[in-house]
């Protein structure tokens, strides 16, 4: 692997204005040409977490996936982040991964936010996605899935034995300022239980709802430590993963070698 660098697109997602957030992030992401790898944006960043918005999704062949398309060619670089989407009777809260050369992978958020009503009206996803760009293993979940360590968990036994599943694990948010604590916590705990980075990425501002955002995006290292911390403002980060300090970590404290085998159902 060489050096990954990542981009945290942290804003104020407009409330049920899909072409609105379109033109609000891609004004903010269209200075990230040549210096940025990676693009993260919020979950449902065309909407705001919202139940309503369910019914506003859209399908595959939908205005957002080209937009994400369109950038990524446009910056030459990866694009994540979630979306409602609509797929048969069901609709998901959709993460894409999106490349420059029009590449399209995406995983649907498996754990819905019961506390909320998600679970009511979506559709939970089953299988976790792991894509892999500039040498590096990548696996992007949504928001709720951060407090679930076993879904979430480097398993290092998956496709090569004794190496590691992933090397970046993505979180993308719309987590309420009251709840900022777990957050900042259950990033930290992430990356240190699977010795990678871990990127989060929250929305700010207030919802239509009446729900207040403190943002608080980060990278946190391989130790727990922050790589780049995100206040409560409006702000693109960029950070530089470093490859060979997560390899010397690694083979320093090989954690993953004395991990439990298990199969998820």
């Known amino acids: 692997m060489n050096n990954l660098r990542i981009s945290l697109v942290q804003g104020e997602t407009r409330w049920h204005d899909p072409a609105g957030n379109r033109d609000y992030y891609g004004e903010m992401i269209s200075s990230l040409k040549g210096i940025t790898d990676l693009v993260i944006l919020p979950e449902t960043f065309t909407s705001g977490f919202s139940n309503d918005a369910i019914d506003e999704a859209e399908t595959m062949d939908g205005p957002t996936l080209a937009w994400m398309c369109e950038h990524a060619a446009a910056i030459d670089a990866a694009i994540t982040g979630s979306v409602q989407i609509k797929a048969g009777q069901d609709v998901f809260n959709r993460m894409f991964w999106v490349t420059p050369d029009g590449g399209v992978a ?8 019961r506390y909320a009503g998600e679970h009511e009206r979506y559709a939970p996803g089953r299988d976790r996605l792991t894509v892999e760009w500039k040498g590096w293993r990548i696996c992007p979940l949504v928001c709720y899935d951060l407090r679930f360590p076993v879904f ?21 948010a719309n987590w ?72 010397a970590h690694r083979e320093r404290f090989p954690a993953m070698l004395d991990g439990d085998r298990f199969e998820l159902r």
């Not at 480097?154 to 993308?172: K, M, S």
């Not at 259950?186 to 990356?191: D, I, Q, S, V, Y």
């Open 106 to 113: 995406h995983y649907d958020k498996r754990h819905l936010f």
């Open 152 to 172: 979430a968990r480097n398993r290092y036994d998956v496709e090569r034995p004794g190496a590691p599943d992933f090397d970046l694990q993505i979180f993308v």
């Open 176 to 247: 309420p300022a009251a709840r900022a604590h777990a957050w900042k916590t259950l990033l930290r705990a992430r990356a240190i239980e699977n010795l990678c980075y871990v990127a989060g990425l929250n929305r700010v501002g207030t919802d239509g709802n009446g729900i207040d955002y403190s943002g608080d995006s980060a990278v946190i290292d391989f130790l727990g430590d922050a790589a780049s911390e995100c206040g409560e403002n409006e702000v693109i980060s960029t950070t530089t993963l470093l490859a060979a300090e997560l390899a």
